[in-house]
């Protein structure tokens, strides 16, 4: 029997943003060219909590950054 994978709670945490934009999205809130960059931004940092390389606290507040810069369109798309 294979033992279940523990992802940190940053990452879960991280999930919840990932829902949040494609929920905007739907909406209208965001373009989807503002969808995918922030959704780019948001799996960077899923990897790094993944990593450990980022605390999840961290994490959030920085997805939540995010996502408030890409519903004001202010969220650089060319990074």
């Keep these: 029997m294979q033992a279940p994978t523990l992802l940190p ?3 879960l945490l991280v999930e919840l943003f990932l829902e949040q934009v494609a929920s905007a999205e739907q909406a209208g809130r965001l373009t989807p060219v503002m969808a995918v960059a922030a959704l780019g ?9 993944r990593q450990a ?3 999840p606290h ?10 408030d810069m890409a519903e004001r369109g202010a969220l650089d798309v060319d990074r």
């Design 9 to 11: 709670v940053g990452s």
């Design 41 to 49: 931004h948001l799996y960077g940092l899923q990897a790094k909590v």
């Design 53 to 55: 390389a980022l605390l």
């Design 58 to 67: 961290e994490a959030a507040r920085r997805a939540a950054q995010i996502v």
